[in-house]
């Protein structure tokens, strides 16, 4: 069984560009979420797919968009890169909407210049 | 609005020397609450999940412990490589799986 995969690992942008993240979730589950995590900060919930729909939705502007696709993976997207969009990106994955628990990526350490 | 506080920001133990990690919520209806390990530059591990007070979990010198209003990560003769920053977060009744974190834990272990 493979668990949460992610890719890039690292990425450098410029303020004003585009990104796109992937996701690859562990075998069986059909839910990811999106997390951003600050230095030294907490992650903090970007939003959340279930079967290839939204779920659910933090408090980032609609410059943060998503995708998930049948086979349950999924694309964070980030339109006009700002500086403080320099984060660790996690994806986390769970079997469904009735088990709770999320299991996490290894994240994508995105750096805006 | 769901919140999680953790202290210390951050502990220096020897090895062997036990000590606690304290995780206070305020949430509407708790779904769960969950205690990661996360290693510089890595993701989350998944450690523990709580689902109602009085609840108690172990995984090998770790313990969690939940109350209405807190929970507690004990960690037993701790070694060098228990040091990590510990996650804590919950999950409240909003109808998706939406994880509120505090700014965990810093744990040094020193042999």
């Known amino acids: 069984e493979t668990g949460v995969t992610q890719s890039p690992t690292h990425l450098i942008k410029t303020r004003g560009q585009q990104v796109t993240l992937r996701c690859s979730s562990q075998s069986g589950h059909n839910t990811v979420s999106w997390y951003q995590q600050a230095l030294g900060q907490g992650p903090q919930f970007i939003f959340q797919y279930y079967r290839e729909e939204e779920n659910g939705r933090g408090n980032f502007p609609p410059r943060f968009s998503g995708l998930q696709f049948p086979n349950y993976s999924s694309e964070l997207n980030v339109n006009a890169l700002e500086l403080d969009d320099s984060a660790l990106y996690l994806c986390?994955?769970?079997?469904?909407?009735?088990?709770?628990?999320?299991?996490f990526g290894p994240g994508t350490r995105l750096l805006v210049l | 609005e769901d919140q999680v506080t953790q202290s210390p920001e951050a502990l220096r133990l020897q090895e062997g020397e036990s000590s606690s990690l304290n995780c206070s919520y305020t949430?509407?209806?708790?779904?769960?609450l969950f205690w990661y390990r996360q290693d510089p530059g890595k993701g989350p591990e998944f450690l523990f999940t709580?689902?109602?007070a009085g609840e108690e979990k172990e995984k090998e010198r770790l313990k969690a412990t939940l109350t209405k209003k807190e929970s507690f990560l004990h960690i037993t003769a701790p070694k060098p490589e228990d040091s990590a920053t510990y996650l804590c977060a919950v999950q409240g009744n909003t109808g998706f799986q939406k994880l509120v974190f505090g700014t965990g834990t810093r744990l040094l272990v020193s042999p």
């Open positions: 709580l689902y109602s």
């Open positions: 986390a994955s769970s079997p469904g909407l009735q088990q709770e628990t999320q299991y």
């Open positions: 949430v509407s209806g708790l779904r769960g």
